[in-house]
């Protein structure tokens, strides 16, 4: 693949009657906007969304086009910027959040980051502080997803007590976030592999949902009778969205975050009632809390690279988005331009 300055390597997402794939091309280089950066990719996550997507089950509220270049959470460094852009230059470190307004979304609706170079709205970029590494840069999107639940759901800290449903990015993070402002945490996964990451991340207890595993008992059993001060249900499973209220505190909060594409199962209206409990549901991360999670990061030291278990090259986006699929020995999956392998 012959790339000159004129052409770019990207990872497209297309539909043909067989469905949607991705693959490697070489598509022109976009000609500079006036408000917009040119930057060059360091690493780019697979997110779930870019999964369901690729699976047809994408929420309709989103504006999909075809074909696109793939890629919304991502970090990297300014090659050129716009005339009409006043913060940024080149060799800036800088990330972007995907929203851009109405039901577009960047890398769903426009081409996304997967790219050797891209174009993004200046207006969307925020700076790298100096002493956060463009990997960890990287993983601020799920990260900010929770920042922005923790504060709607009251917060946590050294007094609380957290149990996290679910050890994919979302609950990972969570994981890393509660332990980081001090809370005990008991981690809840299918998966010994992401499990021992949730252990890496800070996790004080495992519980491995293993097949005819009482989830809530066990729970119940390392926490004790009393329960959880908060409960953060992040796979949007039924059977873990049920269990996640039975392993309750009396007045604790439950914060639901995984995506559910099915009824859950029945829960106990008497339970909740019976409990006092508070349920809420956060989903994204606004812009306004990107800036917020940067400075957590810069200022606590939170690393939450641990999960990412693999980075593939760009030609290799078919293997990358396979294993991004497979919880069982993968976790968060990277691209770069010229991969790094697994981790």
Not at 151 to 175: E, K, N, P, Q
Not at 192 to 203: E, H, N, S
Request: aromatic share 4%.
């Amino acid at each position: 693949m012959t790339i000159s300055e004129t052409s770019r390597r990207a990872v497209v997402v297309h539909r043909s009657d067989g469905g949607l794939t991705v693959s490697c091309d070489l598509l022109p280089v976009p000609p500079m906007e006036d408000a917009a950066l040119r930057v060059r990719p360091e690493y780019v996550g697979i997110c779930g969304s870019d999964l369901e997507q690729l699976s047809g089950g994408m929420d309709p509220g989103f504006e999909v086009r075809f074909p696109h270049v793939l890629g919304h959470e991502w970090s990297g460094v300014v090659v050129e910027a716009g005339p009409a852009t006043s913060r940024f230059r080149p060799g800036d470190r800088v990330i972007g959040h995907g929203a851009l307004g109405g039901n577009i979304w960047f890398g769903v609706s426009t081409d996304g980051a997967m790219a050797d170079t891209f174009l993004v709205p200046e207006a969307m970029c925020f700076a790298v502080p100096p002493a956060v590494s463009s990997l960890r840069a990287a993983l601020v999107e799920p990260l900010a997803c929770c920042l922005q639940a923790l504060r709607t759901a009251g917060g946590a800290d050294a007094g609380h007590t957290v149990a996290v449903f679910g050890c994919g990015a979302i609950g990972l993070s969570m994981v890393g976030l509660a332990r980081t402002l001090g809370a005990r945490v008991v981690a809840v996964d299918r998966s010994p592999y992401r499990l021992d990451l949730a252990a890496r991340l800070g996790a004080d207890h495992r519980v491995e949902a293993a097949p005819g595993v009482d989830v809530a008992a066990a729970v119940l059993d390392v926490l004790g009778p009393r329960g959880a001060d908060l409960v953060v249900e992040g796979s949007g499973a039924p059977a873990a969205q049920a269990a996640a209220l039975d392993v309750t505190a009396q007045d604790a909060r439950v914060l639901f975050m995984g995506l559910a594409h099915r009824r859950s199962e029945q829960v106990s209206l008497h339970q909740i009632q019976n409990r006092n409990l508070r349920l809420s549901s956060s989903t994204g991360a606004p812009p306004q809390i990107w800036e917020p999670t940067l400075r957590l990061l810069d200022r606590t030291g939170l690393d939450l690279s641990p999960m990412v278990s693999d980075v593939f090259a760009f030609e290799d986006c078919a293997a990358a988005v396979a294993a991004a699929g497979d919880a069982g020995g993968h976790a968060k999956v990277m691209l770069s331009p010229d991969g790094g392998g697994h981790r």
